[in-house]
C-alpha cells in the first residue's frame, strides 16, 4: 500500500510518496520517491496578494505531473496541503477549484494552527525526553509555527507571519517580530530551561553541513557561526563555491536568522533538528485515519 503527501508551500512544492508497512505492531512507513519543485508561490503571494498567471500555470504542470506519478506508483490514498503562501493569495480558492478540475488533486489551504498540528503529527514527541521542556520552531518560506512541550505534551502553540521568503520580500512587519518576542518571553517565563526542536528545509541543510552525529542536537554556538560563514559569502559563492541549490543560496539567510533569533529570546542552547517536515506529518495523518477506516 501507498500513500502520497503533497506540500505547496512558500518556497517550495514537494510530493512524497511513501510505503505503508502494516506487518509490525505499530503501522510505519518508508519514504520511495520524494520530489521538490522551487516555484517561489511567496515572491506573489507576499508582494501581489495574489498568484500570477505564470506562476498559477506552473503549478497546475506541478500538480498534474503528481498525479500523474501517483497514478503511476498505484498510490491508494493522498493528501494535498497548501501553507503560507496560498493562505494569503486572494485567488487561493479559485487556484484550489482549478486544480480540482484540471489535475484532479483535491487541495486543502490549511491555517497556522493546523500546519503546527500536522507536522507534530509526525510524532516529534519521539524524540523528546519527556521530563524536559522544548520549543519547536518550523520555519518555513512565509511563516513560523512556534509551539512549547513539556512532559511530552503540546501546551502552547501560535503561528506567526514570518518566513525565509516573506523577508527576503521585505515583506516582514516589525510589530510581527516584537508579537513573536513577547510571545517567546512569556513562555520562557512558564517554561523553564527550553531545549529547542527545529523542522524545516533550511534547518535540515544548516545541519547537514555542522556534520553532527546523526540524532546529536546542534549547539546555538555552531548554528550561529555557520551563519556568519554563509553570510560571509555572496550569493554566487553560495552557490557555485559551496555548492547550495540556486533556490536555498537565497532563503537559508533571513532562515536562519529567525531560528537564531527565537533561540536567543528563549534562551536556547541547543537545538535537535529530526529532519521531519509537512510531508511526513501528511502520511502519518494517512495512516491513523485509514486506521480508523478499517
Not at 41 to 61: C, H, N, Q, T
Not at 214 to 232: C, G, I
Amino acid at each position: 500500500m501507498r500513500y502520497a503527501a503533497i506540500d505547496i508551500g512558500s518556497n517550495a512544492v514537494r510530493l512524497l510518496i511513501a510505503d505503508i508497512n502494516e506487518n509490525k505492531p505499530e503501522i510505519t512507513f518508508k519514504k520511495n520517491t520524494l520530489i521538490r519543485v522551487p516555484l517561489r508561490l511567496g515572491d506573489d503571494a507576499f508582494v501581489d496578494k495574489k498568484i500570477s498567471p505564470r506562476k498559477f500555470d506552473e503549478l497546475l504542470k506541478t500538480m498534474q505531473a503528481f498525479r500523474n506519478l501517483m497514478d503511476v506508483y498505484h498510490v491508494t490514498d493522498y493528501m494535498a496541503c497548501a501553507t503560507s503562501a496560498m493562505r494569503e493569495a486572494k485567488n487561493g480558492p479559485q487556484i484550489v477549484k482549478e486544480i480540482l478540475v484540471k489535475a484532479n488533486i483535491e487541495l486543502e489551504i490549511v491555517g497556522g494552527q493546523r500546519e503546527a498540528n500536522i507536522i507534530y503529527s509526525s510524532h516529534i514527541d519521539q524524540h523528546l525526553e519527556k521530563k524536559k521542556n522544548y520549543l519547536y520552531i518550523d520555519v518555513g518560506g512565509g511563516s513560523t509555527e512556534l509551539s512549547v512541550f513539556t512532559d511530552g505534551n503540546m501546551v502552547a502553540s501560535r503561528s506567526f507571519n514570518l518566513g525565509g521568503i516573506r523577508i527576503l520580500d521585505n515583506q516582514d512587519k516589525e510589530e510581527t517580530w516584537i508579537e513573536m518576542r513577547e510571545w517567546v518571553k512569556e513562555q520562557n517565563k512558564v517554561h523553564k530551561n527550553l531545549m529547542g526542536i527545529g523542522t524545516g528545509g533550511n534547518i535540515n541543510k544548516l545541519y547537514k553541513m555542522a556534520d553532527e552525529k546523526e540524532d546529536a542536537p546542534m549547539a546555538f554556538t555552531k548554528l550561529s557561526s555557520l551563519y556568519a560563514f554563509l553570510n560571509s559569502h555572496s550569493l554566487k559563492d553560495r552557490i557555485n563555491v559551496l555548492g547550495l541549490n540556486t533556490d536555498r543560496a537565497d532563503v537559508i539567510i533571513p532562515a536562519s536568522k529567525i531560528y537564531l533569533t527565537v533561540m536567543k529570546w528563549a534562551g536556547i542552547k541547543q537545538i535537535f533538528v529530526p529532519r521531519v517536515g509537512l510531508v511526513d506529518g501528511i502520511i502519518q495523518l494517512l495512516i491513523e485515519k485509514n486506521i480508523h477506516k478499517k
